[in-house]
Every structure is written in structure tokens, then in C-alpha cells.
């Protein structure tokens, strides 16, 4: 059986709640690894799992960390983009992950779902189809992954949870309206509990942001 391999930055007080950090296309869980000191949260763990290895179309089949294939960079809908099949085998992964720290003593509902870029979307795909409440969900630079199917698949249990969005106003790979916006406003007319903050950079993270991803994980788990 597959299970993903994590860095892990241990609490630094008693671990009461667990963050699941998944990194963008083509890094690995070192990507945000120097993050989690930053955090205001000394009771919190953050697991930093590697996305598994596989060819990636968009970079021209070249073998890398990834979360699922991307066939092709189009705007606008983004339901062909992206390999279903992969994207279901890490959301398998990722919920054995979450299951893992629930059964070493950690509530579903003190896990907060996050991740950059591809590891955004997987979040966001994989928290809304739990079956069970958790914490909060972050989205950087990211965008929702399949959405006509994301209507008929999301579970109820984490309508009410907090959903974090950022995203950087000149992002070149992840378009901030097309992709960020859009997920934002759909999830919003369901009636789900977003955030919504944008800052003047590219596809990547500053510090301002990292600042509000700290105040939001410390609401999101006290």
C-alpha cells in the first residue's frame, strides 16, 4: 500500500490540532517546512507530505512531485485540465494522512486542511468531500478542481467550515479571477464560511500573507 511520505515540525507545546500542508508542482514537503516556526500556534503540529512521482504533460512528460497531471494551462473552465483518476488516488492518500492523525489522538475537527498552487486544489477538493467536520481548509494560489462534479460531490459536514483563499493579484499560473475568484465566488454562494485576501505578487507566498495564514490558524484552532 501507498502512504505518503511527510516531514513533520512537531508542536512545540501539548498537540491539541494538526495542520496537513501540501506543496505545489514540482516541489516536495521541504517547500513550506521553514513556515511553521512562523506560526503563532505552539500547540498546533504541521505535516508536510511529498506528492507522489509521476509524468507531468504540461512540462513536457518530465517526471516529478505532483499532485496530478495538468494536460494543458486554457483559462476559463477547468474541468478537462487535470487527470481525474490521479487526482482521486491522492485524495485517497490524503484522507488515510488526516485518518492517521485522528487515530493518534487528534479530533477530525482540530485539522486544518492547506496547500500552495496544485496542493491548494487538493485541499480544497479533498475537505469538501470529508465526511467528517474539520477545522478550516486553506487555499493559496489556488483554485477549485472540478466544479460541476464539486456540487453533487461535497459533503455537508464541512459546510460551515472556515475556508481561507489567497492569492497574488499577477499570478502568471493561476489566473487570481479566472481561477481564484471564480472557486471564491462559487463557494461563497453555497453559503461557506471564505476569506478572501490578495496581494501584489506572482505565484508565490509574501510576508503579509504569511502573517494572515498565522492569525487564521490560531482562530481555526485555538
Known sequence: MTVLETIVHESTAEHTGTVIWMHGLGADGHDFESLAPMMDSPHTRFVFPHAPIRPVTINGGIRMRSW???????SGPYNDRESLEEVEGSHTLLLELIESEQQNGVPFKQIILAGFSQ?????????????????????????LLFPDA?????????????ILFCHGSHDPMVDIIQAGKKSYDLLVEEGRTCEWHEYPMGHEVCMPEVREISRWISECIP
Open 119 to 143: 496542493g491548494g486544489a487538493m485541499s480544497l477538493y479533498t475537505g469538501c468531500r470529508f465526511p467528517h467536520q474539520l477545522a478550516g481548509i486553506m487555499v493559496l494560489s489556488s483554485y
Open 68 to 74: 496530478y497531471d495538468i494536460r494543458n494551462l486554457v
Open 150 to 162: 464539486h456540487k453533487t460531490e461535497s459533503h455537508p459536514s464541512n459546510i460551515q467550515t472556515p
